[in-house]
């Protein structure tokens, strides 16, 4: 293969963009049908309590409305991912402050509204279990008392209130211990954030006379939407039909069922479509957000600074029912490793029932917390042994050929020169250029998630080429990637590429949004689709030309030969007339990671497969009376393997960067009595323009042996080191060390204040 | 309710409305007049995503009644830039990668509008400032400040050609 690329590797604007720009672009809110509903959903007033009765009836008499529905009225299901424990209504008691208890429809969103309201809902109140302590404590109420009964994938460890216990044993951490020369104990704690997505949940279903629904939402993963939808109505998956018109963000708060169940349920008993949109109280209060975490590390290293053995906990408190917290509790435990070679750990992640709303799955599920525990901890212990915490990080990161924490072998391991690129960037050598500056790193590791794509890709008899496929645009560009890599090896241009995507009715079948798979999986089904469409050119090229095939290359939209030439548009119009047209399927599944099962345990994701690797160094000043903390600069090496086109990668970094310093400083859920005190955009604070400073991107490129052209999943890891690289350059500039995120202003000067008493 | 008939000027058509008093600019624009160009989000004027231009001048139109509209010229991003070809802005956000999932982008093209008509040189900062009522999330807002500088750049360079005068600019659109 030549290593010169016209399509893939150059920066060309997406291929969405000008839609985007014009407001021409639709996505799932502003999707609407004639006759159209609105539904509404009643939530609970209560954390935990008993429902007593719920009276619909003046609800049902109130002008325009046209269904209401409690769990009486739907099919009593327990639906979810690893763990099916969540139903469409809550049936006898409530867990949350939010849980959905009734919905209505009615001719307006105002009516609907009215309606709701007027659902009257009596709670007897039951104790509830408002933190992960309380959920813990020995004799803790349980959240949900039929644990016992739930259907859970088998390998799941659940005991009452936890809802999985993952875990990775490798080698002895008592040997471990009795290596080392010191041994460090620290104890951290993370904040519930949201997503922060602009637009937010929707969904339109509409039912046809045959009994088959279509849902237009602003889904993650649609496959997964219609399966959940089908188990749902007890109806069968070929039932249901999902198409995500647009979507505007989702960074993993858009995987499971939102509000497409209620659309749906609602379109069937009002016989009309109906739409639901959620709104921010409801995004705040009600949705898949980041778990909070407790996390205690222990990690024993030699005087000269290796790290013999590491032993660590981190608990998710998952809220009421279990989301994604079994999964993210298992990943967590390769972040807990942290991209370091030890010999020794024992690690363990828990997902937790509270009386809370039900978390999901976040950008880098797991990710930011455990990696600001790890890399705070790596840069508290560097200070204790007197050693640069740079060299700390060298003399104990995984290189190539090294072996991962359930025993993957690592390859394409960029970890190094992320680390020495960024600390060369943002002058390492001088780490406190002045009074109330200083500087800090942090690195780490992520996953390209797996799965399957499947595309279809079509020659249009002007020469233009369809991409017929399964993904979602979530924002990325990842489509636009994929394109570039089909326009590449298609010898087209990349405004020849056409999309169509995300209808589980006519697209091939895709794993979904997320885990930073998109370019990754649907650029190798391109490729696998393009070997098979490329036979198929040929051949009938070859034909028209009178040439063989092996003398014909596809070259500027054309098949070319010696001396002779043939469009490709011409190409397809005569397969039009012959052979139904040019088309091919492709399919990718990333090969299974092999890794040391009898080092896991309870585990759902046990390796991170073509794993990215990345460091992120901050130049801060902290203001010694408010707190206030001012960024100079901020740099990002990122191990992208190969950077399909540069400037969204540097988007991705930025954006990731962005949303880190929002969890980082500002972003909390803050919950009191099992009540969120902040559901709304101005007390819930979310980055500004004038919040984010400018971020510098390093592109590293180690090419994955798997990946298109080298890439790895790129969209996840910018999310995962802000808060541990702010901590540790606020602990360098003023030596507060903040062990809670978020790491605010204020803590930071009470922090101050005590030092002064002190 | 009794409801009102209304005449609202929206990228220089006139518009009948026939609507209760109390709806929202918002909500007249996206579900009478199917200009869903215009975003809905927070709904309390948090999150800007509703920006359209009222005399000029970026508003959220989620907290604007629709009945105190008339007699104003209301410009969505559908009046901006024409079959001729993008405004500038819009052209520069593409040129700059300022756009991902895009549900905020007509918000931040009209917010970027109405400050570059009164300030055609702006640093940075300034930039940064103008836009902070409207929250992106995809793309930690850098490539948008480059966008707007651009944009901004290549107006003055326009307006140069054409022989404007910079202070008539300034002027002419308070």
């Not at chain 1, 407001?23 to 954390?47: C, H, N, Q």
């Not at chain 1, 009994?211 to 219609?226: A, H, K, R």
């Not at chain 1, 290359?553 to 039009?576: F, I, K, Y």
Request: proline share 6%.
């Amino acid at each position: 293969m030549t290593t010169e690329t016209r399509v893939v590797g150059k920066s060309l604007p997406r291929l969405d963009a000008s839609g985007k720009v014009t407001g021409t672009a639709v996505y799932a809110a502003d999707f609407a049908l004639p006759g159209m509903l609105w539904g509404k959903i009643v939530r609970s007033s209560e954390p935990h309590a008993r429902i007593a009765r719920i009276d619909t009836e003046r609800a049902r008499r109130m002008p325009g409305v046209r269904a209401v529905l409690t769990a009486a009225d739907v099919p009593d299901v327990r639906y979810g991912g690893a763990l099916k424990d969540e139903t469409v209504f809550a049936r006898d008691k409530v867990r949350y402050v939010g849980q959905p208890v009734a919905a209505v429809a009615a001719v307006t969103a105002e009516a609907a509204e009215a309606a709701a309201a007027a659902v009257e809902v009596s709670y007897e109140p039951l104790p509830p279990v408002l933190d992960l302590a309380a959920a813990l404590a020995p004799g803790a109420p349980l959240v949900h008392e039929d644990w016992r009964t739930y259907t859970a994938i088998p390998i799941l460890h659940r005991d009452g209130n936890v809802c999985n216990r993952a875990r990775i044993v490798t080698g002895d951490v008592e040997r471990g211990w009795a290596e080392a020369d010191r041994v460090f104990a620290h104890r951290f704690t993370t904040a519930m954030v949201h997503q922060g997505y602009t637009e937010p949940r929707a969904a339109v279903a509409a039912w046809d006379s045959a009994g088959q629904v279509t849902v237009w939402s602003n889904t993650q993963l649609p496959f997964e939407i219609q399966n959940t939808l089908a188990e749902i109505l007890q109806v069968l998956p070929g039932c249901v039909r999902v198409i995500v018109p647009g979507i505007g963000g989702g960074f993993g708060g858009k995987l499971r069922v939102g509000v497409e169940h209620f659309a749906v349920l609602l379109a069937r008993k009002a016989g009309r479509p109906v739409k639901v949109l959620t709104t921010s109280e409801e995004e705040l209060t009600a949705a898949y957000p980041r778990q909070g975490t407790l996390i205690e590390l222990k990690t024993g290293v030699t005087r000269d600074g290796r790290i013999t053995a590491k032993e660590g906990r981190i608990w998710f408190d998952t809220g009421a029912f279990a989301g994604s917290g079994p999964g993210v509790a298992s990943v967590a435990t390769l972040v807990l490793a942290g991209p370091y070679r030890i010999p020794n750990l024992f690690l363990e992640g828990y997902a937790v029932y509270t009386n809370k709303t039900n978390c999901g799955s976040y950008r880098a599920p797991s990710g930011p917390q455990a990696n600001f525990a790890v890399e705070s901890q790596m840069d508290m212990i560097a200070d204790a042994l007197g050693l640069d915490p740079l060299e700390f990080r060298l003399r104990n990161i995984v290189r190539e050929g090294d072996e991962g924490p359930t025993g993957q072998t690592l390859t394409a391991v960029g970890l190094e020169e992320c680390l020495l690129r960024a600390a060369k960037a943002i002058g390492w050598e001088n780490r406190k250029p002045g009074p109330w500056r200083g500087k800090g790193l942090a690195c780490g590791w992520w996953t390209t998630t797996g799965g399957s794509s499947g595309v279809y890709v079509k020659i249009n008899p002007d020469g233009t080429v369809g991409l017929n496929t399964g993904a979602v645009e979530i924002g990325t560009a990842a489509l636009t990637g994929a394109a570039q890599i089909l326009a590449e090896e298609l010898g087209v241009n990349l405004a020849d590429i056409h999309v169509v995507s995300a209808d589980t009715f006519a697209t091939p079948f895709d794993f979904g949004a997320q885990g930073s798979r998109t370019a990754f999986a649907v650029g190798n089904a391109c490729r696998a689709a393009v070997a098979e469409l490329k036979r198929k050119i040929l051949a009938q090229a070859a034909a028209h030309l009178r040439v063989e095939p092996e003398a014909l290359a596809l070259r500027d939209r054309h098949v070319v030969a010696d001396g002779t030439r043939v469009s490709l548009g011409e190409v397809a119009r005569l397969s039009q007339l012959s052979g139904g047209g040019l088309i091919a399927h492709g399919t990718f599944i990333a090969p299974p990671t092999p890794y040391d099962a009898k080092r896991v345990e309870a585990h759902v994701y046990p390796a991170f497969h073509s794993p990215s690797f990345h460091a992120h160094a901050v130049d801060l000043s902290v203001d010694p009376e408010t707190g206030d903390i001012t960024i100079h600069r901020y740099v990002v090496a990122q191990d992208v393997g190969f950077a399909v086109n540069p400037t969204y990668i540097e988007g991705q970094i930025e954006g990731g960067v962005a949303q880190g310093l929002g969890q980082a400083l500002s972003e909390e859920i803050v919950y009191a009595g099992g009540r969120v005190l902040n559901a709304n955009l101005t007390d819930y604070k979310m980055p500004t323009t004038v919040d984010v400073p400018r971020v510098e991107s390093i592109l590293v490129q180690h090419p994955s042996q798997v990946g298109p052209y080298g890439a790895k999943g790129v969209g996840e890891p910018p999310n995962i080191e802000p808060p541990a690289a702010l901590a540790n350059a606020v602990a360098a500039a003023s030596e507060v060390r903040v062990m809670t995120l978020p790491l605010t202003a204020e803590k930071i000067a009470l922090a101050l204040r005590g030092r002064e008493r002190a | 309710m009794t409801k009102v008939a209304l005449t609202l000027t929206v990228n220089g058509e006139l518009h009948e409305v026939l609507t209760e008093p109390h709806r929202s600019l918002l909500d007249v624009l996206r579900t009478d007049l199917g200009l869903t160009g215009t975003k809905e989000n927070c709904l309390e004027a948090e999150c800007g995503v509703c920006t359209v231009l009222v005399d000029g001048a970026a508003v959220n139109s989620c907290i604007l009644l629709a009945a105190e509209c008339p007699g104003r010229a209301i410009t969505t991003i559908e009046g901006l830039g024409g079959p001729d070809g993008l405004h500038p802005l819009q052209q520069a956000f593409i040129d700059h990668g300022a756009v991902q999932c895009g549900y905020c982008i007509p918000g931040m093209i009209l917010s970027a509008k109405a400050f570059l008509d009164e300030h055609p040189a702006p640093t940075e900062a300034e930039v940064r400032e103008a836009l902070a009522g409207n929250l992106c999330r995809c793309t930690g807002y850098q490539k948008i400040a480059d966008a707007v500088l651009a944009a901004a750049r290549r107006l003055m360079a326009d307006r140069g050609a054409s022989g404007e005068a910079l202070h008539g600019a300034r002027s002419s659109s308070g």
